[in-house]
């Protein structure tokens, strides 16, 4: 994902999907809040933007570099645990897979995660990253105070309120400053029992809104141009260790059939699109059902070696059974050549000038396309989808956003762009990209 041997002037920088590509003329690597400010100074001094490149898992342009570009990539670790508050700080470059670990050492765990762990924790809570579970926000939810340089040089401590700067930083696209140090509400240490099954999309569909309520977590895999959905459902425990045998057979199972075997049909898909509906069919029949019990850090995530572009995006919880059977019917019509399962999660609403949710109960509906097949017409055609349906995308998938889209969906923006004007008054953090998004 991020190699620091590859961290040098002028290189090219691209993203984890390969899709955004920049050569940024000044790279640094911070080992210090001072550095920090440091270089944030020079680039106000120097007109020059900085992005925050983070693990560069976004699919959109937001951790694009155009002048400099700034890992945290050596300010990572656990800095304090408060016990009695649930409380735990972190170094923002802090990537997710390293956080379990560290927490469970003092007895506690992350309140959610995703299935994805390369993000770093500063990347993750700028984009509004996110687990499923109806009852549980995104990991910027989380938060209780923000460390952050801001665009002046200045470096500020914030304790999470109901004031202006709480609700722009929840999600900021990194538009405020550098996050430097985060600290976060845990909880004690938990496991999590995992059970996979395969069903039919009518099935899951009439007891989904049952479901979720019953279940800490429940996440679809739904199969295009196929009656067939995977569901994935997570609840706490009391902690319980998988053994070392235990995790060996689950990593190799999940490395042969979801991640070898879904290779071998997407190379399929890329030489024959037209094959896509049965590709998608015969992984459908071959998904993997079972059951198993783990330390929550060790279930939530899963390895994803086949690379894909992805477009996400949020929609009421109230919409998504009306939204799936339309998907669902235009599968079935076979106009498009898609062999990527659907992601399908919900989430709490939630506070946050530019949260997905604005407040609302939740469903995150996740579409890919394998890389080196042409995403274009079928993430166009899921853009005029999600219109109907008040679509929000998550800031680091790709989207047809413009400016008028995102002052149309975020009521709040206009008080984001004040706070955001009063931490970065000389547009050090605000990119040609995010200027395309918030300006009209």
Known sequence: MFSVGKWKNGEKWTNWAGNIISY?????????????????????????????????????????????????HNMRGLIAVNSEKQEATFWAGTYLYEMGPLLAKHGFALMNMGDIQEQTIAGAISTGTHG?????????STVTAWGFVDGTGT??????GTDALSEAIHVSLGMLGVLVKVTMQVMPLYSLHYVGTRETFTKGLASYREDIRQHRHVEWFYFPSSETIQVKRMNAMAPVYQSEWSKCVETLKLQIVENGAFFAISELCKWKPSLSGAMSRLAAANVIEGEKV????????????????????????TQFEACMEEIHETFKKGHLNVHFPLECRTTAGEAGYLSPTQGQESAFIAFHMYKGMSEEPYFKWVHTLMQKYKGRPHWGKQSH????????????????LEVRALYDPDDVFFTGYLKKLFVL
């Open 24 to 72: 940024p003329s000044e790279m640094y690597l911070p080992r210090s809040i001072e550095e920090v400010v440091n270089v944030v100074s020079h680039a106000r001094d120097t007109t020059k933007t900085i992005r925050v490149t983070g693990a560069a898992h976004s699919f959109s342009a937001v951790a694009m570099p155009e002048h400099i570009a700034l890992s945290l």
């Open 132 to 140: 499923t579970g109806v009852t549980l926000g995104s990991l910027s």
């Open 155 to 160: 470096y500020r401590e914030h304790l999470r």
């Open 294 to 317: 783990g330390i929550s850090y060790e279930i939530y995530p899963s390895p994803r070696s086949v690379k894909f572009q992805e477009s996400e995006y949020a929609i009421p919880l």
């Open 401 to 416: 956003l413009t400016a008028e889209h995102v002052h149309g969906l975020y009521p709040a923006i206009d008080k984001f």
